[in-house]
């Protein structure tokens, strides 16, 4: 059977829902083998997070260059691992970091690269919504072993518990890959919330809001969502630009997109219109953004928000 | 210091785009210096001119490089415009449909040839929106990746960068030697409008227009191909209500139908 590598994604310490996503793909293809690259002395720690989705194998490299030397390490490894175990495709978490590894590694072992699929299949056919979600693209690999970058969030993924093998291997990385250096690191500030791009439920505001986040910010808590925000409001200054959701910022495509006081710019649009359900509240019963609403209110948000705030405290209890 | 600027151009992000045979159809689209890469140009004139400027006979100069069809020089000018010394464009039909890894390897021996000490890039381009080139590069170069950076550090004395590197799994401190790859976010600086007399300027300035022969890479097939692009249906409008008080109610109610809560 064939084998294939995913890339286990961590955020810190912790092992994100991404590698569940990353596996379920993966064992499409081939007997699926995880990638863990932990600190030195950390591996078994690290190992044992990866415990969810169709994971047959892990092998685990140790090396504080993984931190300290960032992109360049991890392709370095990765890279040295595909040469030895000639996988049929490589799969990465697609985030930046996801895909300047996939980048580098692509360079190195001389493969084809496609990035942001949101879904691959049997073949290793992988698929894009590109720009901005509006057309539909299937690509392949034809050169080397392709290398693959899939969206956090856009596979169904299997969580049954997995109990792979695990096997720690030796591998050193080259002083070509220590050439940047990390002196500190600090993990994103969030207030909770969850991350943009994997959030199931995004709730963004916009012009509309005035620069009060305040009604947006309690119906996100109330349903567990990530707070994104158009550019205007981005522009503004009225919510950091690290949640612009739009052509420019992030692309997000949860089972719910809720925006409020956004007009619905092609440039927004592409950030969010491959969402599940999209609801739009706005004034402005002619905001284009109505046009690819599931359900669409026209009103004034900070009327809307709170009752349905609410509504959804009163349904959950 | 010797300082490239990678630029690309796209179609208008306001544009509507298509794809005709598997690549992106570029030619009945407006065209533009992609936004992201504006910052880039920008970070690259205030490195310059923190240390000495880049005036004739100073000590610094700032090159922009794009890789393109021949209209790109109208995105190359703006760079000029703006008050970028010289540029070359990678111009040849053996490159149209060229991916990712084509574009670092023809830019990289541009940027070998000319002997960089910073290399400056965008994080994408508002087309492919990859952003896997700065990355592409500093492997090809062999140079430090100092990407996603938010705040640019230029010490010419020990030839040292230090950078804020800002991406979704938070922030952190680098730093690297020359030569280095340096992709900025957008928002790192407010890019200068080119002055009038910079736009004159930039139309007097000639493009170094070179041929892959000249730039010495073979053609590269694309290593990534397309099987199919579909545009995808329209998303339909659904329910529209008018808020009389109820409204909030009403959404509440759709999101438990639907089992979003």
Redesign the interface.
């Known amino acids: 059977m064939s084998k294939v590598l995913i890339l286990a994604d961590f ?1 810190g310490t912790k092992a994100t829902k991404t590698n569940a996503e990353l596996a379920t793909a993966a064992a499409r293809i081939g007997e699926v083998t995880a990638v863990v690259l932990a600190p030195t002395g950390q591996g078994t720690i690290y190992a044992s997070a990866i415990n969810r989705g169709p994971i047959a194998n892990i092998i685990v490299v140790e090396s504080d260059a993984f931190a300290s030397n ?3 390490a991890v ?1 370095d490894v990765l890279a040295q691992i595909i040469t030895a175990q000639s996988p049929s495709a490589v799969l990465v978490a697609s ?3 996801g ?6 590694t ?3 072992t001389g ?6 699929a949101v879904d691959v299949s049997a073949d290793i ?1 992988a698929t894009q ?3 901005g ?12 072993t392709p290398i693959i970058t899939v969206r956090p969030n856009s596979v169904d993924a299997s969580t049954t518990e997995s109990t792979p093998s695990i096997e720690t291997i030796s591998l050193t990385v080259s002083d ?1 890959s220590k ?10 500030v969030q207030g909770g919330r969850p ?3 994997e959030a199931n ?1 995004v709730v963004s505001g916009g012009r509309g809001t005035n620069g009060d986040f305040s009604a947006v910010e309690n119906f996100a808590d109330v ?1 567990g969502a990530a707070v994104g925000a158009s550019r205007a409001a981005t522009d503004a200054g009225w919510y950091p ?2 949640h612009q959701v739009g ?2 910022g ?2 997000v495509s949860p ?2 997109y809720v925006a409020n006081g956004i007009s619905g ?3 927004h649009r ?1 950030g969010m ?1 491959t969402s599940k ?3 739009v ?1 706005n004034k402005d ?1 002619e905001a284009p953004l ?11 948000l900070f ?10 405290k009163a ?2 209890s | 210091m010797k300082i490239a600027v990678c630029v690309k151009q796209v179609p208008d992000s306001w544009a509507e785009k298509k794809m005709v045979n598997g690549i992106l159809d570029r030619e009945n689209v407006d065209a533009v210096l992609n936004d992201l890469d504006e910052y880039a140009v920008e970070e690259a004139l205030r490195i310059a001119e923190a240390h000495g400027g880049n005036e004739e006979g100073g000590s610094n100069t700032v090159t922009v490089i794009s890789m393109g069809p021949e209209r790109a020089t109208e995105a190359v000018r703006k760079a000029l415009s703006m008050g970028v010394n010289d540029a070359i464009l990678v111009t040849d039909p053996q490159l149209a449909g060229a991916d990712a890894l084509a574009t670092s390897a023809v830019l990289a021996a541009v940027i070998e040839k000319g002997g960089f000490d910073l290399v400056i890039c965008g994080t994408e381009s508002t087309d492919a929106r990859m952003s896997v080139v700065p990355a592409m590069l500093a492997e090809r170069l062999n140079a430090a990746q100092l990407t996603f950076a938010s705040k640019v550090a230029v010490d010419p004395a020990t030839c040292k960068v230090s950078i804020t590197r800002v991406t979704e799994a938070g922030v952190d401190e680098m730093h690297g030697q020359f030569p280095c790859v340096i992709s900025v976010v957008e928002k790192i600086n407010e890019p200068r409008y080119p002055s009038f007399k910079g736009i004159m300027a930039a139309k007097k300035k000639s493009i170094d227009s070179r041929d892959l022969a000249t730039v010495g890479v073979s053609a590269i097939a694309a290593w990534s191909l397309v099987a199919d692009a579909t545009p995808r249906p329209a998303r339909a409008a659904g329910i529209k209500v008018t808020d009389d008080g109820t409204a909030g109610e009403q959404l509440v109610k759709y999101l438990a139908e639907k089992k979003l809560i």
């Open positions: 955020v960032g992109v360049a392709a985030h930046a970091f895909k300047e590894v996939a980048a580098r692509a360079v190195k493969s084809g690269i496609i990035t942001d056919t919504l590109v720009f979600g509006s057309t539909t693209v299937h690509s392949k690999v034809s050169h080397g070509d050439k940047a250096t990390v002196t500190s690191s600090q993990p994103p991350e943009l791009t439920i349903l630009h690290s052509q420019t992030k692309t089972q719910l710019a092609i440039q592409a219109q359900t999209i609801v509240v019963p109505f046009e690819i609403a599931d359900f669409g209110v026209v009103g004034d009327a809307v928000l709170p009752k349905a705030t609410e509504g959804i349904h959950k």
